[in-house]
């Protein structure tokens, strides 16, 4: 499964990204899907995550009322809405297709397995 992510790039502080994910060949519409951003020496931690239906979001506190993740089955694409974006937002971020069929429920994005994309840079200066 192919995973490409795009609509990275460099911003100022308090400007606003959408980042764009899309599986070309094949469906989303029964997977869970995540954005994840590298965090160097730490490996890559969940900064948005959605069910395969969308009825279940996680959201981590320290993006939570900046970051929104939506899924458009119908075009196939996922998004990753952030505002009033930060320095410390700044870094590589990834999107992920869940293995697992119809996961419900997305708890702290601990997905077993994923298909990665090759990420897009964020940069956010101050």
């Known amino acids: 499964v192919q995973v490409a992510e795009s609509g990275g790039g460099l911003v100022q502080a308090g400007e606003s990204l959408r980042l764009s994910c899309t599986t070309p060949g094949s469906s989303i519409d029964d997977y869970a899907m995540g954005w994840f951003r590298h965090v160097p020496g730490q490996g890559r931690e969940g900064r948005a995550c959605?069910?395969?239906?969308?009825?279940?979001?996680y959201i981590p506190d320290d993006v939570k009322g900046r970051f929104t993740v939506t899924k458009d089955n119908a075009n196939n694409t996922l998004y990753l809405q952030m505002n009033d974006l930060k320095p410390d937002d700044t870094g590589m971020y990834f999107c992920a297709r869940d293995r697992k069929f119809r996961r419900v429920g997305v708890r702290r994005c601990s997905f077993e397995s994923v298909y990665w994309g090759q990420g897009t840079q964020v940069t956010v200066s101050s």
């Open positions: 959605i069910d395969w239906n969308g009825r279940s979001t």
